[in-house]
């Protein structure tokens, strides 16, 4: 959730408060994905988008969808009906990421930014469920470690062939900054290599994969770590798309709110 702010009237969230990124897409996503939430839901209609990352509700609407928002929740059958979705969501992001990758229009930037703001509708769900179900996190392969483990490969047969292969495959991880970043140059890549390596080899963590999901607590758990690199994926496909289109990628927007 964004920065909550409670007036005697009203209910505001500002996304922009809380996540560290340089982009106002990707702060706008948080928001649409507050929007999708009640749609998901079926709940009642409380918020409305106030501005770019700022959602907005009635106070007294806010108390009431907070009350169904919980009581939906706690029913485990729903939850066992909801879950499964939130996998799809991060299906249908990849397709929209491979579809925007191939053909960078107008008309699949729109859909991938639907995509992703359909994908954020899940996200307080999922934290529901990681405050109020026991979920093992040590079987969840984390997302950053893509990277330990490109870096670790490329020390071990350098090239620069290999280097642009590294930063094509995992250079958009590094950070939800939309500006490039030190592992996109290969002069970064070079510099976090002996950085992160100096004179020793690290060990290869196992990383544990889980398949297909057959849990709540492994849908959560599967959709909490692809989310983020969906949205580094998406964000470094905006970037490049805002530059080909002379758009100023740190204010890069789109009208309406995904839906």
Same mark, same amino acid.
């Given at each position: 959730?964004?920065?909550?702010?409670?007036?005697?009237?009203?209910?505001?969230?500002?996304?922009?408060? #809380?996540?560290?990124?340089?982009?106002?897409?990707?702060?706008?996503?948080?928001?649409?994905?507050?929007?999708?939430?009640?749609?998901?839901?079926?709940?009642?209609?409380?918020?409305?988008?106030?501005?770019?990352?700022?959602? #907005?509700?009635?106070? =007294?609407?806010?108390?009431?969808?907070?009350?169904?928002?919980?009581?939906?929740?706690?029913?485990?059958?729903?939850?066992? $009906?909801? #879950?499964? =979705?939130?996998?799809?969501?991060?299906?249908?992001?990849?397709?929209?990421?491979?579809?925007?990758?191939?053909?960078?229009?107008?008309?699949?930037?729109?859909?991938?930014?639907?995509? #992703?703001? *359909?994908?954020?509708?899940?996200?307080?769900?999922? @934290?529901?469920?990681?405050?109020?179900? @026991?979920?093992?996190?040590?079987?969840?392969?984390? *997302?950053?470690?893509?990277?330990?483990?490109?870096?670790?490969?490329?020390?071990?047969?350098?090239?620069?062939?290999?280097?642009?292969?590294?930063? =094509?495959?995992?250079?958009?991880?590094?950070?939800?900054?939309?500006?490039?970043?030190?592992?996109?140059?290969?002069?970064?890549?070079?510099?976090?290599?002996?950085?992160?390596?100096?004179?020793?080899? &690290?060990?290869?963590?196992?990383?544990?994969?889980?398949?297909?999901?057959?849990?709540?607590?492994?849908?959560?758990?599967?959709? $909490?770590?692809?989310?983020?690199? *969906?949205?580094?994926?998406?964000?470094?496909?905006?970037?490049?798309?805002? $530059?080909?289109?002379?758009?100023? &990628?740190? @204010?890069?927007?789109?009208?309406?709110?995904?839906?």
């Amino acid at each position: 959730m964004g920065i909550f702010i409670k007036t005697e009237e009203k209910a505001v969230f500002d996304f922009e408060l #809380v996540y560290d990124t340089d982009s106002k897409i990707h702060v706008d996503w948080y928001a649409n994905g507050l929007l999708w939430e009640q749609k998901i839901l079926g709940g009642p209609t409380a918020f409305y988008k106030k501005n770019y990352g700022i959602i #907005v509700a009635d106070l =007294k609407e806010y108390e009431e969808y907070q009350k169904f928002f919980y009581e939906k929740l706690s029913n485990k059958t729903f939850l066992q $009906e909801i #879950v499964p =979705k939130l996998a799809i969501s991060i299906i249908d992001v990849h397709r929209a990421c491979r579809k925007f990758e191939l053909e960078r229009t107008r008309e699949n930037a729109e859909i991938l930014h639907r995509k #992703v703001s *359909y994908m954020l509708g899940f996200k307080r769900v999922s @934290d529901y469920c990681q405050n109020n179900i @026991d979920l093992n996190k040590e079987n969840v392969p984390s *997302y950053l470690l893509r990277i330990v483990q490109g870096l670790q490969r490329l020390k071990e047969h350098p090239s620069i062939e290999n280097k642009k292969i590294f930063i =094509k495959r995992y250079g958009y991880l590094h950070t939800f900054k939309i500006a490039r970043n030190e592992l996109e140059t290969l002069e970064g890549v070079q510099k976090k290599i002996n950085k992160m390596f100096p004179d020793t080899v &690290i060990r290869k963590r196992k990383n544990w994969g889980l398949g297909s999901p057959s849990s709540i607590g492994k849908y959560i758990l599967w959709y $909490e770590e692809l989310r983020h690199v *969906y949205q580094l994926r998406a964000l470094r496909n905006f970037r490049n798309y805002f $530059e080909e289109i002379n758009i100023n &990628i740190h @204010d890069g927007l789109f009208e309406g709110d995904g839906i």
